[in-house]
């Protein structure tokens, strides 16, 4: 089965241009479960990801892939 990039964690992050470990130090989580979440080897709760969106100050909808097909 081929793995599904769900969240957008990871780009969020460069264009933001921060890093795994300032995130998992601004949301109080540890460095290799944001890791983890960046790679989409697990995904975050949805108050895990709003915490996200507000540490990088984005709109929690700039972290998750479109299931839209139009918007692709």
């Not at 990039?5 to 460069?14: D, G, M, P, S, T």
């Not at 460095?31 to 996200?52: G, H, K, M």
């Amino acid at each position: 089965m081929a793995k599904v990039e769900i969240n957008r964690i990871k780009v969020a992050l460069a264009e933001t241009r921060r890093k795994n470990k300032w995130l998992a130090e601004q949301i109080g989580k540890d460095e290799s479960t944001v890791s983890q979440w960046c790679t989409n080897a697990r995904q975050p709760s949805l108050e895990n990801l709003l915490r996200v969106a507000n540490a990088l100050e984005i709109d929690i909808r700039d972290l998750l892939y479109s299931t839209n097909n139009s918007e692709s």
